[in-house]
């Protein structure tokens, strides 16, 4: 098993900043993609971005390319999210997920864990 958990959402009015983390424990040997989703509410969950933990390939989704970045700490088995010009359509609830493989980072029912979550809310 592989535990995820979030932090770093908050408030935060447009054009603000914030960081998300996730941090990983348990057997993250066997896990190597890790992403990033985010639903908000009335809406299915879409995928933001996703980065390797060997090799650090990253991927991201359109409306997010230039504004987010995601890195990873693999010492310490972390992955960051940092949000840049953030706008109210970016308000959700954020996600971490693990999984061993895919076939598309974009596809949510590939990964085998997720995390309960971080809300991030943008004021216009």
């Known amino acids: 098993q592989v535990q995820l958990v979030e932090s770093g959402g908050g408030f935060v009015q447009a054009g603000g900043s914030l960081r998300l983390s996730c941090a990983a424990s348990?057997?993250?040997?066997?896990?190597?993609?890790m992403g990033w989703f985010r639903q908000a509410p009335g809406k299915e969950r879409e995928f933001v971005a996703g980065i390797s933990w060997r090799g650090g390939s990253t991927d991201y989704e359109d409306s997010v390319k230039g504004r987010f970045t995601i890195s990873r700490d693999n010492a310490n088995h972390i992955v960051y999210l940092q949000m840049n010009s953030l706008q109210p359509e970016d308000t959700a609830l954020y996600y971490c997920a693990a999984a061993s493989s895919l076939l598309r980072w974009s596809d949510s029912r590939e990964y085998d864990y997720w995390g309960q979550g971080t809300q991030v809310t943008v004021s216009s």
């Open positions: 348990g057997r993250t040997f066997s896990t190597n993609l």
